[in-house]
């Protein structure tokens, strides 16, 4: 799904932006880990976005009705973050991935 803000929808209208990606990762205990491809970490929407990895997305394919359709996502990072036993123990089974873009000039503006 494709909400966007009508800060961030007046952002995009600016000739130029310094937007990042970022990725929250929603696990079954209802925590969140939370990522951006950035070189610093950033404070968004009361949440502290990790630096602290290296993350690879595919090229975003989505079909008419907006959902998408294929998406591929590489993150690697630190054992401190996700551990191996944490892997081997399924807590990332069924977690739920969102991927968007924020300002990294103006995080106010959303996503």
Not at 25 to 52: C, M
Not at 54 to 62: G, Q
């Amino acid at each position: 799904m494709r909400n966007i803000s009508e800060k961030f929808r007046n952002l995009l209208s600016n000739d130029v932006n310094n937007l990042v990606k970022c990725l929250t990762i929603t696990l079954r205990n209802r925590n969140i880990l939370a990522f951006i491809d950035y070189d610093k970490d950033i404070v968004f929407d009361n949440r502290l976005f990790s630096s602290n990895g290296i993350i690879n997305f595919s090229a975003i394919f989505s079909s008419n009705d907006f959902k998408i359709d294929n998406l591929e996502i590489e993150l690697l990072i630190d054992n401190k973050i996700i551990t191996i036993e944490d892997v081997v123990l399924g807590i990332f089974n069924n977690a739920m991935i969102e991927v968007f873009l924020i300002s990294v000039d103006n995080p106010d503006a959303g996503k």
